[in-house]
């Protein structure tokens, strides 16, 4: 139980078989808190409505209480999730969902706890229901196209908010995916973006970016500073500065802040909470005053986000410190999470989390086969079997489940979520390129392809999608018959082409690298040839 559950008056429960048996033995409804580290209004609730005597004293008589850190159990999140955090879930004993807010003051809680109530008397079970996205069947599968890229093009431009930078015309989200798929196909609307999260997300004293903005134009910023959103902008800084060397600097800066503020061990640390107080006061006060804490759990999937960026600044800019502090945490993550090719969501001192999570699995993967192409090719034998596992274990038809089918309310129902399925079939993809291996890439093409009937109907948010089709389309290879660290190696790792695929040492003459270009091949000498060739000129 996190430390803030003891500053309450509620008498939380550990989400488990024990709670759910034992609200089924009281004939009672369950009252799942679903809390993050990171989060001010959680912390807000602690100190209000689960401190007052009343409301504690109505949760404990009448209820099952459960508290659940979503970062480290991100399977239940994706299940009863109310859009946000806090968020305050009403469960049958058999984990189906009665009603569910997100924050709620003293007062609002006391009326839902009173609603609820009612409802399970009169209804008991039958008060609950399966969310839609629990119930409905499989996504439609249809044919890989250029299509696809086509479709999230013109979602780029429709959404894009051209007064102030940035997609919609509500809360401001620093969406990397989208902001990667601009950056080869619109790239002035993607430095556009880029300056507005610079300008209004970044920290210039301490470093790092905070998670969002609630107004449309940037303002009334969450403080926040979490290790997913900061190594998504860390890449895609790194990435735009394959195109403007001006951008590099903001991708240092931010591998910076990865490698010293969030530091964890040898790995990465999950979150710094947000302060809104401490980050309002001037330089000179935020000096004597307590920096917000920070959440050290390492979670295998942000770090493998985490090195995966860490590891395109170094390629693109050379930057060492960002090539030591991935080469560190891949080698943590590979000692203590993963066992063969199963990974571990986080340990914390003889307390393992999950283990197999897709997100997992797929991200760490990622960072690997990053870590073949700008380092060396140890890392492929972990990547393989990371795969290996995977594809055994975690699919079922043409994609894949987020998870095994098992634990308590309805963690035994799967889920097929698009982002890690595009995560995934992004990394066998890459594994395939750098192993020769087709089915690699059969395996991706196969998983796009079972959501490919749904493509006109996806937003930006998830453009990572149409990035993975297009790369197993028509993406660019570089075969460098080369050693890692040569000329010819490190211009391949910067070419004006982020989506591009690099494999060091390959078969060939001596010094040159095959570049193949939808489907077009040629063969090159120097470091200028192959930078101009990527370049088109």
Same mark, same amino acid.
Request: glycine fraction near 10%; proline fraction near 5%; charged fraction near 30%.
């Given at each position: 139980?996190?430390?803030?559950?003891?500053?309450?008056?509620?008498?939380?429960?550990?989400?488990?078989?024990?709670?759910?048996?034992?609200?089924?033995?009281?004939?009672?409804?369950?009252?799942?808190?679903?809390?993050?580290?990171?989060?001010?209004?959680?912390?807000?609730?602690?100190?209000?409505?689960?401190?007052?005597?009343?409301?504690?004293?109505?949760?404990?008589?009448?209820?099952?209480?459960?508290?659940?850190?979503?970062?480290?159990?991100?399977?239940?999140?994706?299940?009863?999730?109310?859009?946000?955090?806090?968020?305050?879930?009403?469960?049958?004993?058999?984990?189906?969902?009665?009603?569910?807010?997100?924050?709620?003051?003293?007062?609002?809680?006391?009326?839902?706890?009173?609603?609820?109530?009612?409802?399970?008397?009169?209804?008991?079970?039958?008060?609950?229901?399966?969310?839609?996205?629990?119930?409905?069947?499989?996504?439609?599968?249809?044919?890989?196209?250029?299509?696809?890229?086509?479709?999230?093009?013109?979602?780029?431009?429709?959404?894009?908010?051209?007064?102030?930078?940035?997609?919609?015309?509500?809360?401001?989200?620093?969406?990397?995916?989208?902001?990667?798929?601009?950056?080869?196909?619109?790239?002035?609307?993607?430095?556009?973006?880029?300056?507005?999260?610079?300008?209004?997300?970044?920290?210039?004293?301490?470093?790092?970016?905070?998670?969002?903005?609630?107004?449309?134009?940037?303002?009334?910023?969450?403080?926040?500073?979490?290790?997913?959103?900061?190594?998504?902008?860390?890449?895609?800084?790194?990435?735009?500065?394959?195109?403007?060397?001006?951008?590099?600097?903001?991708?240092?800066?931010?591998?910076?802040?990865?490698?010293?503020?969030?530091?964890?061990?040898?790995?990465?640390?999950?979150?710094?909470?947000?302060?809104?107080?401490?980050?309002?006061?001037?330089?000179?006060?935020?000096?004597?005053?307590?920096?917000?804490?920070?959440?050290?759990?390492?979670?295998? =999937?942000? *770090?493998?986000?985490?090195? &995966? #960026? /860490?590891? +395109?600044?170094?390629?693109? !800019? @050379?930057?060492?410190?960002?090539?030591?502090?991935?080469?560190?945490?891949?080698?943590?993550?590979?000692?203590?999470?993963?066992?063969?090719?199963?990974?571990?969501?986080?340990?914390?001192?003889?307390?393992?989390?999950?283990?197999?999570?897709?997100?997992?699995?797929?991200?760490?993967?990622?960072?690997?086969?990053?870590?073949?192409?700008?380092?060396?090719?140890?890392?492929?034998?972990?990547?393989?079997?990371?795969?290996?596992?995977?594809?055994?274990?975690?699919?079922?038809?043409?994609?894949?489940?987020?998870?095994?089918?098992?634990?308590?309310?309805?963690?035994?129902?799967?889920?097929?979520?698009? =982002?890690? *399925?595009?995560?995934?079939? &992004? #990394? /066998?993809? +890459?594994?395939?390129?750098? !192993? @020769?291996?087709?089915?690699?890439?059969?395996?991706?093409?196969?998983?796009?392809?079972?959501?490919?009937?749904?493509?006109?109907?996806?937003?930006?948010?998830?453009?990572?999608?149409?990035?993975?089709?297009?790369?197993?389309?028509?993406?660019?290879?570089?075969?460098?018959?080369?050693?890692?660290?040569?000329?010819?190696?490190?211009?391949?790792?910067?070419?004006?082409?982020?989506?591009?695929?690099?494999?060091?040492?390959?078969?060939?003459?001596?010094?040159?690298?095959?570049?193949?270009?939808?489907?077009?091949?040629?063969?090159?000498?120097?470091?200028?040839?192959?930078?101009?060739?990527?370049?088109?000129?």
């Amino acid at each position: 139980m996190d430390a803030g559950a003891v500053d309450t008056l509620v008498e939380w429960r550990e989400w488990g078989d024990a709670a759910f048996a034992e609200a089924r033995e009281r004939d009672a409804p369950i009252l799942c808190n679903l809390r993050a580290h990171w989060c001010r209004e959680c912390r807000e609730m602690d100190r209000t409505a689960y401190a007052s005597p009343t409301v504690a004293a109505n949760l404990n008589d009448g209820f099952v209480p459960v508290r659940v850190d979503v970062d480290r159990r991100p399977r239940i999140r994706d299940r009863y999730n109310m859009g946000g955090f806090p968020s305050t879930v009403f469960l049958t004993p058999a984990g189906e969902l009665i009603t569910g807010a997100t924050y709620l003051g003293t007062d609002g809680l006391r009326q839902v706890l009173e609603r609820v109530r009612t409802a399970w008397n009169e209804n008991g079970e039958e008060s609950g229901r399966i969310p839609r996205e629990l119930r409905d069947a499989d996504p439609p599968a249809g044919e890989l196209t250029s299509a696809i890229e086509a479709h999230m093009e013109r979602e780029i431009e429709a959404a894009f908010d051209e007064e102030f930078g940035g997609w919609g015309t509500g809360p401001k989200f620093p969406l990397a995916p989208a902001i990667e798929f601009a950056l080869g196909r619109d790239p002035d609307r993607a430095f556009r973006t880029l300056e507005a999260i610079r300008t209004h997300l970044h920290d210039t004293y301490a470093g790092g970016f905070f998670r969002y903005a609630v107004e449309r134009d940037w303002g009334e910023r969450q403080t926040e500073k979490t290790l997913d959103t900061n190594a998504g902008l860390c890449r895609a800084f790194a990435a735009a500065a394959r195109y403007d060397d001006e951008y590099a600097a903001p991708a240092e800066r931010t591998a910076e802040f990865l490698t010293t503020t969030l530091a964890s061990g040898d790995g990465f640390a999950t979150s710094q909470a947000g302060d809104e107080a401490y980050y309002g006061l001037p330089p000179s006060d935020r000096e004597a005053a307590d920096a917000p804490p920070i959440d050290d759990t390492v979670l295998a =999937g942000a *770090n493998g986000l985490a090195i &995966d #960026a /860490l590891l +395109e600044t170094h390629a693109v !800019t @050379g930057h060492e410190g960002a090539r030591h502090g991935a080469e560190r945490a891949l080698e943590h993550l590979l000692d203590s999470l993963v066992d063969d090719g199963r990974v571990c969501h986080y340990r914390d001192g003889d307390t393992a989390g999950p283990h197999g999570l897709l997100a997992d699995q797929a991200r760490v993967l990622g960072a690997l086969t990053s870590a073949v192409q700008v380092l060396d090719d140890d890392w492929l034998a972990p990547a393989e079997r990371i795969a290996e596992y995977t594809i055994t274990e975690r699919r079922e038809g043409d994609s894949f489940l987020d998870g095994p089918e098992d634990g308590a309310g309805l963690l035994s129902r799967p889920l097929r979520p698009l =982002g890690t *399925n595009v995560a995934i079939a &992004d #990394a /066998l993809y +890459e594994l395939g390129v750098l !192993t @020769g291996e087709d089915r690699y890439q059969r395996v991706a093409r196969e998983t796009l392809a079972a959501f490919a009937g749904a493509h006109d109907r996806l937003g930006i948010e998830v453009a990572g999608y149409a990035s993975t089709a297009a790369r197993l389309l028509s993406g660019t290879t570089i075969k460098v018959a080369a050693a890692v660290d040569s000329p010819l190696h490190r211009a391949a790792l910067d070419v004006p082409d982020h989506e591009a695929v690099v494999v060091p040492d390959a078969d060939g003459e001596s010094d040159t690298a095959r570049v193949t270009i939808d489907g077009e091949s040629t063969v090159v000498s120097t470091p200028s040839a192959l930078r101009e060739y990527v370049a088109g000129e």
